[in-house]
């Protein structure tokens, strides 16, 4: 009956989208007619086109792209220009046909979530060649066939292209899509080694103990529990370190590509994104249970949200992954900068930096703890907020998954059993009379304490997953694979947060990480969540009324961390995973030869913060191409960053505001109000 019920939901869906389809055209064609007969037609089409559930609300049909304010919010960063990535071998790395020796097999189970899969895979391609090994595509656990996926893929497939991963590598690593006949039997009988594999390996370890059983059995099996199985940073007198650092980058940015399905509605999305034709923000969030549960921010949420983190934490302690107490002080952390900034905080930055309510923003991750309820404060403060479901179609996310086989569910679990405890006897033979009435007849227990409630509130340990929710999980890196190629093409990126369950980078980090490499000066903001958290005490009792001294020092702060974010990654992030910070390895510099060179005895703050990434290596001479061009508007940017003229008080408030002519003459030091006037005043439209 219910699967009845949903197929007429599903067919009445389908009609709805038919007519929402027929009615969008017509509403093209009429916009087509009008702007036959009047001047500005185009505008009003192109701020009115309807993508799915989404409807953009545009304050101005015109975006200005030429003000400084745009470059501020959303022009390259000038300082990062000249890095570029360059992940091919340099000097005398043997690029050899690696086929010609091996010494045995390698089989890799990998184990945990998107962010460890990858840094998992960079890992161990990384170890076939310090070992000269044949490489078998590694195994997904999170994606084999018995997690209630669709049969028509095998684990590493479906996420990635395997023929990809195997072409772009040929050079490097011998890799091969399955064992041969004879060592797949001894694995099924367990008869080959096995290796359990610590998250930060030594390369000396495999080297030391490793290689000698490879030797000998020709076949070993790697056990990646932890997300990654090699040092992220090699030692430095290891033999073609350097090179092995830009395999990994190879690896991730280059052979990793998702599978076909997954890029094409990837850049469905993109293109609805941009269908307006105005840049966007990608924001992840990084609030994952896992990661507020290491991180002791329980008491940031209410009620049961609480009590699901402080579950997960007290499992975590249980298992050693946490040290430290349960009960922890979330003001304190939160203020230390150890929890994730939430998405109000987020919204608040973004506005008071400048972003107009109208910005489009794009909610990344595959988990937003507590629910849509914790982004309404970001909705509120912005109008075009949408995120992968707004973006696509239930099915097309359908048809990404494949066929699934039809699952019946079960009825819901059961919670634990009850001890009835009722007191009759007592009642019989207690006191004389008058006595009070008989206790009330036993009532199940289940009542209040259905499903997952019912665990948190009886249960240490975390229930069983039913198929379902392995299936769900798998969906889950399809979603975070989307989000990721989203977060890449951003014009802007924003995370809330940077570490995830066992305080490591997290997705949102390898995201920064990439972009860092592709694209360096494309703005990714990194705030200092201590710093911010400071600032936001300050409003505290006016969130929404803040006023000029306060945007001032906000957007100071958000500006400089665009750099200084960027180097203290190189310290904090790149020795827990490569791929957080590949820089400078994966990097060369291009810049002009009649420019003030790097080594110059006045550094431009340009070549500062090259020295302090410690990129020294120049591009190869054909990336110099398009340098003329680049460096033609460098003249008008160079005091962008320090044009701190345009603000406005009362940020909250949807129009009237934010009309910044950004003259970059008014005075720093007039009143605020007087400011907020003038904008006012002189604001364009
Ligand atoms: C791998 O092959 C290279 C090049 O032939 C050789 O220099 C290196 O010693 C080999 N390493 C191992 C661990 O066999
Ligand atoms: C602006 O707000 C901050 C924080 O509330 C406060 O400390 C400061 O005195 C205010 N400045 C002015 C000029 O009102
Ligand atoms: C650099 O200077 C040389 C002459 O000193 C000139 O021919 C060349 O065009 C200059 N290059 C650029 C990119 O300006």
Redo the contacts with the bound molecule.
């Keep these: 009956m219910k699967g009845q019920g949903k197929m007429v939901l599903n067919s009445r869906l389908k009609w709805v989208g038919l007519v929402g389809l027929v009615l969008s055209a017509f509403s093209l064609f009429v916009h087509f007619l009008l702007a036959r007969f009047t001047e500005d037609g185009v505008i009003e089409y192109q701020s009115s086109i309807t993508v799915f559930s989404w409807r953009p609300i545009f304050e101005s049909a015109n975006f200005p792209r030429t003000s400084p304010m745009y470059r501020r919010l959303w022009g390259p960063i000038r300082h990062l220009e000249s890095l570029h990535p360059d992940a091919n071998p340099r000097g005398n790395y043997a690029v050899t046909d690696p086929s010609s020796q091996t010494n045995g097999f390698i089989f890799v189970r990998i184990r945990g979530g998107f962010h460890e899969i990858r840094n998992s895979i960079c890992d161990v391609v990384a170890v076939s060649r310090l070992l000269n090994a044949t490489l078998v595509i590694p195994e997904i656990q999170s994606t084999t066939s018995s997690k209630g996926i669709s049969s028509d893929f095998k684990s590493f497939a479906y996420l990635y292209d395997e023929d990809q991963f195997m072409a772009a590598l040929a050079k490097d690593v011998n890799i091969v899509k399955t064992l041969p006949k004879n060592l797949k039997w001894a694995r099924r009988k367990k008869e080959i080694p096995s290796f359990k594999v610590r998250y930060s390996a030594s390369p000396y370890y495999y080297l030391n103990q490793v290689l000698s059983v490879l030797k000998k059995h020709s076949v070993v099996e790697l056990v990646v529990p932890e997300g990654g199985c090699l040092q992220a940073i090699l030692p430095p007198e290891l033999e073609h370190n350097e090179e092995l650092q830009r395999l990994r980058c190879r690896v991730a940015f280059h052979a990793l590509q998702f599978r076909q399905e997954v890029l094409e509605l990837a850049t469905k999305v993109l293109f609805r994104l941009r269908a307006p034709g105005r840049p966007f923000i990608a924001y992840d969030p990084g609030m994952t249970r896992d990661a507020l549960a290491y991180h002791g921010c329980a008491e940031l949420f209410q009620d049961v949200h609480t009590e699901l983190i402080q579950h997960k934490r007290s499992w975590m302690i249980k298992r050693g992954i946490v040290e430290g107490k349960l009960q922890v002080n979330s003001a304190k952390q939160r203020l230390s900068g150890s929890c994730p900034l939430m998405p109000e905080e987020v919204g608040i930055l973004l506005r008071a930096h400048g972003y107009s309510w109208d910005t489009i923003i794009y909610v990344s991750g595959g988990e937003v703890f507590g629910g849509q309820r914790t982004l309404i404060p970001l909705h509120a403060m912005f109008e075009n907020v949408v995120d992968r479901t707004s973006l696509t179609t239930p099915w097309e996310l359908n048809r990404l998954y494949g066929h699934e086989a039809n699952i019946i569910t079960s009825s819901p679990r059961t919670p634990p059993p009850i001890e009835k405890e009722m007191k009759h006897e007592a009642w019989k033979t207690s006191g004389p009379r008058p006595r009070p009435l008989p206790p009330p007849p036993a009532r199940p227990k289940s009542y209040n304490i259905e499903g997952w409630w019912g665990w948190v509130a009886e249960s240490d340990n975390e229930p069983e997953s039913t198929v379902m929710e392995l299936r769900t999980n798998a969906h889950k890196l399809l979603w975070e694979a989307i989000d990721y190629v989203i977060g890449l093409e951003a014009d802007v990126f924003i995370s809330g947060f940077d570490r995830d369950g066992n305080g490591r980078p997290n997705v949102a980090s390898l995201v920064m990480g990439h972009r860092l490499y592709q694209s360096a000066a494309l703005k990714t903001y990194r705030p200092d969540r201590k710093e911010v958290s400071k600032l936001l005490e300050e409003i505290h009792d006016h969130l929404y009324h803040a006023n000029h001294t306060w945007l001032k020092s906000v957007r100071k702060h958000m500006r400089k961390r665009l750099l200084d974010g960027l180097i203290e990654a190189s310290t904090k992030s790149k020795p827990l995973s490569f791929l957080s910070h590949p820089v400078p390895e994966c990097s060369c510099l291009r810049y002009?030869?009649?420019e003030t060179s790097f080594h110059a005895s006045s550094p431009s703050p340009q070549s500062q913060v090259q020295a302090a990434l410690r990129v020294a290596h120049r591009c190869p001479a054909w990336m110099d191409n398009d340098?003329?061009l680049r460096s033609k508007d460098k003249d008008n940017e160079e005091d962008l960053d320090e044009d701190d003229s345009t603000s406005s008080g009362l940020f909250f408030r949807r129009s009237g505001e934010n009309h910044e002519s950004g003259g970059g003459d008014s005075n720093n030091k007039e009143e605020a109000q007087l400011d907020d006037l003038e904008e006012l005043e002189g604001g364009e439209r």
Aim: overall charge negative.
């Design positions: 002009d030869s009649n340098l003329i």
